[in-house]
């Protein structure tokens, strides 16, 4: 009996497609920013039996010390955190990447310093909204599926991104004894939606909901739980963020954005303003007086046990906590006395903490925050409903399509107010894209990081707020800040980031 499982065993080996190829590595020498960084780089490996798209493929970069038996940053080899970068952006596609530029924050990419911190990186691609088909015309968050088929069948709606991440996850564990690193250090980043994809993976560790999803691209038969998540600004918890954001914006008529145009020339900026029309005020007022009750129904807690909620006017507790963030924040920033911070040079204009209106600093610290007048400075960016827009027209609408569906309403209040021929996404599939929902009910990250820049109107602050509530709540450890000035963006703190990740490690 004992021979026959070893035989057995022989052959699921001999058969395996996802067994890591070590011989297909190179050494490589990247440079961003006058730096050069050397290691073992295999790329264009594909993590699943499967794929539905060419996306689907990942790079590991080894730092070079460890092929000789050295240390970087007091890891080796076997102890190497294995971080998990994604560049997804506006729920469209995230291909895989390589150590580099951030042509946003002019310095090395998250993969380049985690390379010169001794992480093994395992950089995944996947799917989007757009996967499968040619992208449109418009789209937020800067990312092109260049790498489709296009054959016109939509293979990268949700819960897609998710599985993929998952089938990363999978694949790096299913061949631990191969590759580098600590598969009990797993660690995901992202920003925006790809901040809500690292929330995801964070979360829902090992549930079963997403295995039949798994089992249909062929993932590999592991755990896919994680030991940590960072997330930049994630724009998740999509059923509940369009009520948030009139909480927060609720009775700002005029809103400013940016639109990304993908032209023969590289990708525009188009400045778009708007004035809510009186149906839109309504909507923004109907979503505002829906509020306090999911609030409330969370039965959040501050650090010292306080209950945090809202009253009827949308007042209360979780206001005041909030408000205290911002504060926190703001004397942070005149600790480093303004321009001091090594942040400011990616601080949104007119942010200057010692002037701004909205505040009232006594000495050395911010301790009046007048909210309203907060909301107006920083602006709303988009119209009511923010997320589940009711033309159907938003991202976040396509990412809930189907493979038939373009785009589909992922909230009551939105299907019950649509302007068009729509249909709702399953309830289930709106769950499967939420975080919050899998705190604890499922194998979640012991460790979490959130980032929310103070100048940040892509989503209300309540929504990365109680994400780190919901956590801290259930016993999780969160290290959680909104740092000052900051936009709608990510990775503009890497020693910090990197800095963290060495203590949860240690
Ligand atoms: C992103 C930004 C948004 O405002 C949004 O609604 C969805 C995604 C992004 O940058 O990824």
Redesign the pocket.
């Known amino acids: 009996m004992k021979q026959d499982y070893k035989e057995y065993e022989e052959k699921i080996k001999m058969n395996d497609n996802l067994k890591f190829d070590a011989e297909r590595g190179e050494t490589r020498t990247y440079e961003a920013a006058g730096k050069k960084i050397t290691c073992r780089a295999y790329l264009g490996i594909v993590y699943c039996e499967r794929p539905a798209d060419p996306v689907q493929k990942l790079n590991i970069f080894v730092p070079e010390a460890y092929g000789q038996g050295g240390t970087v940053c007091g890891y080796t080899k076997d102890t190497a955190p294995i971080f998990i970068p994604n560049t ?5 596609p995230g291909p895989a990447d390589e150590p580099g530029l951030n042509i946003r924050t002019g310095m090395p990419n998250s993969i380049f310093t985690a390379l010169e911190h001794g992480c093994v990186v395992v950089s995944g691609g996947v799917r989007g909204r757009t996967s499968g088909k040619r992208n449109s015309e418009f789209f ?3 990312k092109t599926d260049d790498t489709g088929q296009y054959d016109g069948k939509m293979v990268g709606k949700a819960p897609a991104l998710i599985v993929d991440m998952k089938a990363v996850i999978r694949y790096i564990r299913h061949n631990r004894s191969l590759i580098p690193g600590d598969t009990e250090r797993i660690i995901t980043s992202g ?6 994809l690292s929330a995801l993976a964070g979360a829902a560790g090992n549930s079963q909901d997403y295995v039949p999803y798994l089992k249909e691209i062929g993932a590999a038969d592991e755990r896919d739980d994680v030991f940590a998540a960072n997330c930049y ?1 994630p ?1 998740h918890n999509l059923e509940n963020a369009d009520a948030a954001y009139e909480w927060q914006f609720g009775g700002i008529r005029d809103y400013y954005r940016t639109r990304h145009q993908k032209t023969e020339n590289g990708i525009i900026r188009i400045p778009e303003e708007g004035t809510m029309t009186d149906r839109q005020m309504e909507l923004s007022q109907e979503l505002q007086n829906r509020f306090p009750a999911y609030l409330n129904s969370l039965n959040l807690k501050d650090e010292n046990g306080n209950s945090l909620k809202l009253d009827n006017n949308g007042e209360g507790s979780f206001l005041e906590y909030i408000k205290g963030q911002i504060l926190k924040s703001a004397s942070r920033e005149l600790a480093f006395h303004g321009a001091a911070s090594h942040l400011s040079r990616l601080a949104a204009p007119g942010s200057a903490v010692d002037t701004f209106p909205a505040l009232t600093i006594l000495g050395e610290s911010a301790v009046g925050l007048d909210w309203k007048a907060y909301m107006k400075a920083i602006t709303r ?2 119209p009511a409903p ?2 589940d827009a009711t033309d159907l027209k ?3 609408n396509e990412e809930f399509g189907s493979m038939e569906m373009e785009a589909r309403h992922f909230s009551e209040f939105s299907m019950e107010h649509t302007e068009t021929e729509a249909e709702m996404a399953p309830a289930q599939l709106i769950r499967m894209l939420n975080p919050t929902q899998y705190i604890g009910n499922a194998d979640t990250a012991k460790h979490w990081r959130i980032r929310h820049g103070s100048f940040d109107r ?2 209300s602050f309540a929504i990365p707020v109680i994400l780190a509530l919901l956590l801290e709540n259930n016993g999780y450890d969160v290290d959680f800040f909104l740092p000052w000035g900051i936009p ?1 963006s990510g990775d503009y703190d890497l020693q910090e980031l990197f800095a963290w990740i060495d203590t949860i490690c240690g």
């Open positions: 997804v952006g506006g729920y469209l937020e968050g800067g920003t925006s939606a790809g901040g809500a600004c724009i960016m988009k923010a997320f938003s991202p976040e892509d989503t709608h």
